[in-house]
């Protein structure tokens, strides 16, 4: 069991979250905020009592139901993922959820009460994911089944299904065609990400999404056209060097180095009027809360899928991303958390994850079942394949450190 003399992050939402217990709402008419002090207090009786459990909260497994590794690995990063969970434990997600049609949303229903279980069970014996599973195979029915699946394609599945079930827009607009070229990158930007959020709003894309914005340049007559996407996830090349080890930021470069687009791939150019041959770049225009990081380790081929098993450095703290923006002012400092392991090759292979836990400040295996402590040092290996990573809080922000 981890020593008490741990400096804990104690997160302070800047609203009164749902009244403790967790859905209570004569309490919250009566007391509608909660003082700072108390809410410290709160947090703080819940972390001493997490440590002084022998099983802490949130160091529980989950059943492997055939083949289901997959989903157990993303589960339990997404469990450790400090807002997304509290929005679970909280059932704030049940006030989005009034928005929508509640017959259409077992699906959010399920993921939380999971959440809950993971982090209010007084035993260390693994749950079962079964409930979950039978809603996210109706929602998508490709992981029907015991085949095993991709780890990364199945967090989009999820994240898109619960974002549609919790979407604060229960009416959304026709989608207008506008003429934003006589902007600067930065307005043209803000107002695509103004007209995705008219259509797309959620506590998943408060968290998730982020926007990319994407360059391409006419070599003839030097005219350059952006174009401003959301991204749930970044998938980015693993890069090659004769060395054998890699750096995130290696992979980082290779995903935003400058393309060029000829042949068949030559745009047409909106000055020239003709296909051109034009350089093409990517830089991040807004960065997400959570940043997730996917390794393409697995790629196609017309004879075999093969699997990249290159060693990819990656920091656990303070990884500045400010390289990679499109404005250079742009906090992008970034902490991990949780990683989705893959071990084996393409053509079969078993996926774990190792998540931080919040309270206690220490890594923890989570495989299937089994959940054990690991030092931080165990945390980076050639099995990473997705990264999950919070942004560092600034210096005025909400969070507090206290030390017991």
């Known amino acids: 069991m981890p020593s008490?003399?741990?400096?804990?992050?104690v997160t302070l939402p800047e609203e009164t979250p749902a009244a403790f217990p967790l859905d209570k709402p004569e309490l919250r008419r009566k007391s509608p905020s909660l003082s700072r002090s108390k809410l410290v207090s709160t947090f703080m009786g819940l972390i001493i009592n997490q440590a002084k459990n022998k099983s802490p909260q949130g160091l529980v497994g989950l059943r492997n139901l055939g083949n289901t590794c997959f989903m157990n690995s993303i589960l339990q990063?997404?469990?450790n993922t400090s807002e997304l969970r509290d929005y679970c434990l909280r059932n704030i997600h049940r006030t989005d959820l009034n928005n929508n049609c509640t017959a259409n949303a077992a699906l959010m229903e399920e993921f939380a009460k999971l959440t809950q279980s993971l982090w209010t069970s007084v035993d260390n014996e693994a749950i079962s994911p079964s409930d979950f599973r039978s809603q996210i195979q109706r929602y998508a029915p490709k992981f029907v089944g015991c085949n095993q699946q991709d780890a990364q394609e199945f967090l989009r599945f999820l994240l898109d299904g619960l974002h549609n079930e919790v979407n604060r827009v229960t009416v959304?607009?026709?989608?207008?065609?506008?003429d934003f070229d006589h902007l600067s990158d930065d307005e043209k930007g803000k107002w695509m990400w103004n007209m995705y959020l008219e259509r797309e709003d959620s506590k998943v894309v408060d968290l998730f999404v982020g926007q990319l914005k994407s360059s391409v340049t006419c070599t003839v007559c030097g005219f350059r056209s952006t174009v401003f996407d959301p991204f749930w996830d970044l998938s980015i090349p693993v890069a090659q060097k004769s060395s054998g080890e890699v750096t995130l930021k290696d992979c980082l470069r290779l995903f935003t180095k400058e393309d060029v687009l000829d042949g068949e791939e030559r745009p047409t150019c909106n000055r020239c009027k003709t296909r051109r041959k034009c350089t093409k770049r990517f830089s991040i225009q807004k960065f997400p809360q959570i940043l997730v990081i996917h390794l393409k380790r697995f790629s196609d081929s017309n004879i075999r899928t093969s699997k990249l098993s290159t060693y990819v450095n990656f920091p656990l703290k303070e990884l500045d991303l400010r390289e990679f923006a499109s404005d250079s002012s742009e906090r992008a400092v970034y902490n991990l958390y949780a990683v989705s392991n893959h071990s084996g090759n393409a053509l079969g292979g078993h996926y774990t994850s190792y998540c931080k836990n919040s309270a206690l400040g220490e890594w923890y295996s989570y495989?299937?079942?089994r959940v054990s402590p690991v030092s931080s040092?165990?945390?980076?290996?050639?099995?990473a394949y997705v990264l999950f990573y919070e942004l560092a809080p600034s210096p005025n922000s909400k969070y507090q450190t206290c030390r017991l």
């Open 172 to 178: 959304r607009p026709k989608m207008s065609v506008e």
């Open 377 to 383: 040092s165990q945390v980076r290996s050639s099995n």
């Open 367 to 369: 495989n299937d079942s």
């Open 4 to 9: 008490l003399r741990h400096s804990y992050t």
């Open 77 to 79: 990063c997404l469990s």
